[in-house]
């Protein structure tokens, strides 16, 4: 069981650097839970409007065939999604609702027109839950069942536990590489067209690759140490120790479950770089054997992030004054620069600032930049 749940979570983590691999992962995900498929939603929103659309799903499903269920039932699993979405927010950490929400007993759920629809397809129940409590728009895994059995058994809830928050942080962490699929570009083949620092690691943490703007952040900023062997540390002890865990035991990474921003190593502010951690277990580009490495992303928050604010304002209620310095602090500009700006005394900068971070859950400005770019940052150079 251990040994089965620890080579899933490598598989898992492979799709950070290779978006393609999304489909086969939740299709074993779902075998391993004796369910139809999984399938992962996502609002795309805009001033006056938002889209509901399902960007990932296991190998087993026609994309186009969801589309049309979306379509066809748009009004029904709007609803839907908006119950499952309530109920799990009220927990932190990443949970499972089953669809007994959304109806009083099996006969109302049958009588739901999308469950009707469902039903034709062989699947009757449901369990959804947000993988990202920082963006609700992203990462609403749902998982589908067969109408010949019932909702998930304790047991296979324990897997889906043990398993989800390593889905979250490997969605999470994905984004470059699906901007680069996007125009049909891998990770690795095009590293240097990213904004972001990005160093591949072997077994032993020792660098095998690393990009252009990885290359600059170590030599601008006190933080890496690359050793005579070619392995790589962080020179901040507390900061080492937890690099260390991460390439120590796959387990230890997913604990901060549908927040994976806040595992990311923050750095001093004098830094400003915002490290994150996953393990690479295959990588085609390097190697047709097992690799057993490690990719890391490095951002510095001191260049200006290009991200799309409104989402977030309407997430955490800032008003227009907090995103005026929002929108400064996305351009790079510490409380000093923004004092400067704004004609505004450097302590009240800095009690602003802190209010934007109180209202987000950020311990730090460099956390709270990180948390801007999971609301839309683009990663790609122009």
Not at 75 to 88: A, N, P
Not at 349 to 369: D, G, M, P, W
């Amino acid at each position: 069981m251990q040994t089965d749940t620890h080579d899933t979570i490598l598989s898992i983590y492979d799709a950070v650097a290779d978006d393609t691999l999304w489909p086969n992962v939740l299709q074993k995900l779902a075998t391993r839970i004796n369910a139809v498929g999984c399938i992962v939603f996502e609002w795309h929103t805009t001033l006056d409007s938002r889209q509901l659309v399902a960007p990932l799903a296991s190998a087993n499903y026609d994309l186009a065939a969801i589309e049309t269920y979306i379509e066809k039932c748009y009004e029904h699993e709007v609803r839907d999604q908006d119950i499952f979405e309530s109920h799990s927010l009220a927990q932190d950490q990443i949970d499972l609702i089953e669809d007994d929400v959304l109806a009083p007993g099996i006969a109302g759920l049958k009588q739901l027109p999308n469950v009707q629809t469902l039903q034709k397809l062989g699947i009757l129940h449901r369990a959804a839950g947000l993988l990202n409590k920082d963006n609700t728009a992203v990462s609403r895994f749902s998982v589908q069942l067969a109408d010949k059995r019932g909702r998930l058994t304790p047991e296979e809830r324990a897997r889906l536990t043990a398993i989800l928050p390593h889905i979250a942080k490997a969605l999470d962490l994905g984004r470059p590489a699906k901007q680069l699929a996007l125009e049909h570009q891998s990770m690795l083949a095009a590293m240097d067209r990213l904004t972001i620092g990005v160093c591949i690691l072997d077994t032993g943490g020792r660098v095998v690759l690393e990009n252009e703007e990885f290359k600059r952040q170590r030599n601008a900023y006190p933080v890496f140490l690359k050793t005579q062997n070619g392995v790589l540390r962080l020179r901040k002890p507390d900061d080492q120790k937890h690099f260390a865990a991460l390439l120590e035991n796959v387990f230890n990474h997913g604990k901060f479950g549908a927040r994976p921003r806040k595992e990311a190593i923050s750095t001093s502010e004098s830094s400003f770089l915002c490290v994150e951690v996953a393990p690479l277990n295959k990588v085609l580009d390097i190697t047709s054997k097992v690799f057993g490495g490690f990719i890391v992303y490095s951002t510095d928050t001191s260049l200006p992030i290009h991200c799309n604010a409104l989402p977030m304002q309407r997430a955490y209620g800032l008003t227009d004054a907090e995103m005026n310095l929002v929108d400064l602090i996305a351009e790079g500009l510490t409380n000093s620069q923004i004092s400067e700006r704004r004609e505004r005394s450097v302590p009240t900068i800095n009690t602003q600032v802190k209010s934007i971070l109180a209202k987000t859950h950020c311990a730090t400005r460099t956390q709270f930049v990180r948390l801007m770019m999971s609301f839309g940052a683009n990663f790609l150079d122009s």
